[in-house]
Every structure is written in C-alpha cells, then in structure tokens.
C-alpha cells in the first residue's frame, strides 16, 4: 500500500485536492445539520483532516522526485492559501456557503501538522519504498 501511494501521490494529491473542492463547493443544503457534531467541533477535525491529508500527499512528491526543501515550502504555502481561497469562494461563489475563519485555521494546522510529521513521514516511505 505504501508504495501505491508513494508512486502515485502526485495522483493522489490532485485526486484529493478536487475532492475538498467539491466538497467545499457543495451547496449548504445538501450538508448534513448535526448540532450535537459542533460540541466535539467535529467539522474543524475534518477540515484538519483534509488538509493534513493534502499536505501529506505533495510531500511525498517532494521525496518521490527527490525535491529540495523549497518545495516544501511551496506546498506547506499552496496548501495554506488553497484552505483560505476555498473559504473566500464559500463565501463569494458557493450556493448557502459561509466563509468561516476558524475552518481556515483548522485548514492551516492540517498543514502543520503534516509538516511537524514530515520527519516520520519520510523514514517510512524512503526506508520500505522500491523507486
């Protein structure tokens, strides 16, 4: 599984950059209304999640293609403004969507933390992975 993924993240990375668009862009009405999910803040675990995941995916670019560390910085910062552009467009472009600064910040800190877990991240896939 590991080797799927680190052969196809570029795939993969785009893959899941589309889905958070279309999830992003889909019209209120159609998200479920859950108030008992916004106690646990449920909604800014997922955009975390999201986002970790994305972060996660083009940095295994960066180690696939055997990158430099400005790359990093490119995606940790692409990642970033994809999160806030996509709260912009719920507010601007998307049908019943609201912009929300603290999904940005759940946005954000998926990336971090996939930076602060880049380290593991790369013994793992460098160390069991066939190029």
Known sequence: MKNLIYKNSPVFAFIWATIIFALCATPGQFIPN?????????????HASMF????????LV???????KLWMIVFFVSGVLYGGLLEVMQAKCFT???ADWQDFVANSFGCVVA?????????????????
């Open 34 to 46: 859950a108030n008992w999910l916004e106690l646990l803040s449920f909604d800014k675990w997922v």
């Open 52 to 59: 970790f995941i994305l972060c996660t995916l083009l940095f």
């Open 62 to 68: 960066v180690l696939k293609y055997d990158l430099s």
């Open 96 to 98: 019943n969507r609201s």
């Open 115 to 131: 930076i602060l877990v880049f380290k593991k991240l790369k013994k793992t896939f460098v160390n069991s992975t066939v190029n």
